[in-house]
T-cell receptor, first 115, second 111 residues
Framework: GAVVSQHPSWVICKSGTSVKIECRSL??????MFWYRQFPKQSLMLMAT?????????EQGVEKDKFLINHASLTLSTLTVTSAHPEDSSFYIC???????????FGPGTRLTVT | QQQVKQSPQSLIVQKGGIPIINCAYE??????FPWYQQFPGKGPALLIA?????SEKKEGRFTISFNKSAKQFSLHIMDSQPGDSATYFC??????????FGPGTRLSVLP
């Protein structure tokens, strides 16, 4: 149990385009989902926290107009990188928190490359 | 106060050895301490987790030791195998608080 899927697993896009990444909890309800960014050989950097049905909470330094987060249901959250630039190239990972617990399960990640 | 310190940064052991990774936290409100294993190009996978009401938890070859008074916890991997080579992250969280991750430990188990 506690499986989180992410789609796509990798994406290459041109500078200036937008990319949407989906995160789904497959066998549990997640009232809270998190989006992280990870640079090579570094730890996870929390970008934002999204709660179902409400606006996401962004960490300091993360542009909310650039990284649009929608948490439309208890099993789906999406991250849209708008007007992507090469510096947005990174490994994006979502996680989902099991309702009423601290337990957090991660998706497999999405490798974004902006050319 | 939100920081979680993790050491060592990297670790090399022989097959069958017992690598130990240590973490320390400051926020006494933390009450959930998980360990994650991450292979290159993959998302972190929950390995084992402990809450402060116990001092030790074992799952298979993985053991967490927890010292509440010292605000430290550690991961021990018994009979380590080359397939255990990965990056390990400790984390801490509490009610209403986001996860705080350690910087990670790159473990290499030599055959």
């Amino acid at each position: 149990g506690a499986v989180v899927s992410q789609h796509p697993s990798w994406v290459i896009c041109k500078s200036g385009t937008s990319v949407k990444i989906e995160c789904r909890s497959l066998d549990f309800q997640a009232t809270t989902m998190f989006w992280y960014r990870q640079f090579p050989k570094q730890s996870l950097m929390l970008m934002a926290t999204s709660n179902e049905g409400s606006k996401a909470t962004y960490e300091q330094g993360v542009e909310k107009d650039k990284f649009l987060i929608n948490h439309a249901s208890l099993t789906l959250s999406t991250l849209t990188v708008t007007s992507a630039h090469p510096e947005d190239s990174s490994f994006y990972i979502c996680s989902a928190e099991v309702a009423y617990s601290n337990e957090q399960y991660f998706g497999p990640g999405t490798r974004l490359t902006v050319t | 106060q939100q920081q979680v310190k993790q050491s060592p940064q990297s670790l090399i052991v022989q097959k069958g050895g017992i690598p130990i990774i240590n973490c320390a936290y400051e926020n006494t409100a933390f009450d959930y301490f998980p360990w994650y294993q991450q292979f290159p190009g993959k998302g972190p996978a929950l390995l084992i987790a402990i809450r402060p009401d116990v001092s030790e938890k074992k799952e298979g070859r993985f053991t967490i030791s927890f010292n509440k008074s010292a605000k430290q916890f550690s991961l021990h991997i018994m009979d380590s195998q080359p397939g255990d080579s990965a990056t390990y992250f400790c984390a801490a969280s509490g009610y209403g608080q986001n996860f705080v991750f350690g910087p990670g430990t790159r473990l290499s188990v030599l055959p």
